[in-house]
């Protein structure tokens, strides 16, 4: 079974400090992490690199992230893989059009750190 | 203020107002604007302090792991001794700093749904210097139909809806009560896979 280091997770979130958190925890657990601060970033570093999961806020500039992971589960490589909302995002509609858009699942902020690790195991 | 479609603010004019400048719309703008400017220093000093808190916790974070790796390479006959203890207070600090985690969270939140008073404040800063815009009642239901879709939260439409339904603003927490608080830590970190 591969190791969690051998696993890349990309973060993509428009605060900076959010995006620091989620590295922390990630790291912590031996996860290699990428960061993009929205859609397009994140787009463009998938494009050039591969990452195991992708862990996306919604509401970001440029490119929010129901948006990108439309445009990810578009692109072959990344049919199949495990892509996380992290948002703040409560309501059942907006996890519904999550849903549509290809995520595999919805975490509402703030997360939990032992929470969202178990969550990723359970992906990847 | 009121004197340009494009902006509400001529701060020469906010200086020294010609006494036909004066209008009710014009001041309440300008008092709106006051609350804006407050909020945004509070805001931007706070942002600071935050950062900074940051900067530690990434140190933290950063000194425990190389804390860990130190022990981990000292010789068995060094490190058995006190490994049990040391490995428990690095597990204590690891609590803490997952505390933590939370905590900064729930900033940024803050920081968001400040955001949202804020813009809420200039729209409405906007709105009232069209007397005619603000004459109209559609006009204000258009208003606040816009303000309610910039909310993000479950918190935000909660208390959103209290004030549509009359409950005054200094009641609303109350209102909302210990449900509301207790659906808001629910929610927190609600896990739902597809």
């Known amino acids: 079974m591969p190791s969690a280091a051998s696993h890349v997770i990309l973060a993509v979130d428009d605060s900076a400090s959010m995006r620091q958190m989620v590295r922390y925890t990630l790291e912590s657990a031996g996860y290699s992490v990428v960061q993009a601060a929205d859609g397009v970033e994140a787009l463009e570093l998938a494009r050039t690199r591969s990452v195991d999961l992708v862990l996306t806020d919604v509401n970001m500039p440029r490119m929010d992230g129901l948006t990108l992971v439309r445009e990810l589960r578009a692109l072959e490589t990344y049919k199949f893989t495990p892509m996380l909302v992290l948002t703040t995002e409560s309501g059942q509609e907006m996890k519904q059009r999550g849903k549509q858009a290809g995520a595999t699942g919805w975490i509402v902020k703030p997360f939990h750190p032992d929470q969202l690790l178990a969550t990723i195991a359970k992906l990847i | ?194």
């Open chain 2, 1 to 194: 203020m009121c004197t340009s479609a494009e902006s509400m603010v001529v701060r020469d004019e906010a200086r020294e107002p010609a006494p036909s400048d004066w209008t009710p719309e014009q001041q309440i703008a300008h008092m709106l604007e006051l609350c804006e400017a407050q909020m945004e220093s509070a805001l931007a000093e706070s942002d600071e302090a935050v950062n900074a808190l940051i900067r530690s916790f990434t140190g933290l974070a950063e000194a425990t792991r190389e804390l860990r790796s130190s022990i981990a390479a000292l010789p068995p006959h060094l490190r058995e001794p006190v490994e049990s203890r040391l490995n428990d207070s690095l597990a204590a600090i690891q609590d803490d700093m997952t505390s933590a985690v939370v905590a900064f969270q729930f900033y940024d939140k803050l920081t968001q749904r400040l955001g949202h008073v804020r813009y809420s404040l200039t729209s409405l800063a906007m709105f009232v210097c069209n007397r005619e815009q603000a004459n109209a009642r559609e006009q204000w239901q258009r208003l606040f139909t816009a303000l309610r879709r910039l909310y993000r939260t479950q918190e935000e439409r909660e208390i959103f809806e209290l004030m549509m339904q009359g409950v005054a603003a200094p009641e609303v927490p109350a209102a909302a009560g210990q449900d509301h608080d207790a659906a808001a830590a629910a929610r927190a970190g609600e896990v739902e896979l597809f």
